[in-house]
Nanobody, 124 residues
Framework: QVQLVESGGGLVRAGDSLRLSCAAS????????MSWFRQAPGKEREFVAA????????LYADSVKGRFLISRDNTKNTVYLQMNSLKPEDTAVYYC?????????????????WGQGTQVTVSS
């Protein structure tokens, strides 16, 4: 079992930056691949970014590639999502998720552990 708690969301303007954090507790953090997903009102939850257990491999959705950066600090049991050049269409609840897979994957079904989410709102 692992418990996940996101933080860092808020209301920003288009073009601004935000950094989300996800703190993990429970099982050893470094044994999990970690991901960020997001869900906008009326839409399905979608993949944003993922990072391998060691941090040596990352994966991004095309919609955020070049603007968002996922990273992790296994000494602090935390994964981060640095979001730059934010757009109104980035508005969503952002969730972190953990998977026991070695490599990061973009599929929701691969992630049995989820946080409660943090709201990100980008105004135009």
């Amino acid at each position: 079992q692992v418990q996940l708690v996101e933080s860092g969301g808020g209301l920003v303007r288009a073009g601004d930056s935000l950094r989300l954090s996800c703190a993990a507790s429970g099982r050893t953090f470094s044994t999990f691949s970690m991901s960020w997903f997001r869900q906008a009102p009326g839409k399905e939850r979608e993949f944003v970014a993922a990072i391998r257990r060691s941090g040596s491999m990352t994966l991004y959705a095309d919609s955020v590639k070049g603007r968002f950066l996922i990273s992790r600090d296994n000494t602090k049991n935390t994964v981060y999502l640095q979001m730059n050049s934010l757009k109104p269409e980035d508005t969503a609840v952002y969730y972190c998720a953990a998977s026991a897979t070695i490599s990061p994957r973009p599929n929701r079904d691969d992630y049995p552990y989820w946080g409660q989410g943090t709201q990100v709102t980008v105004s135009s």
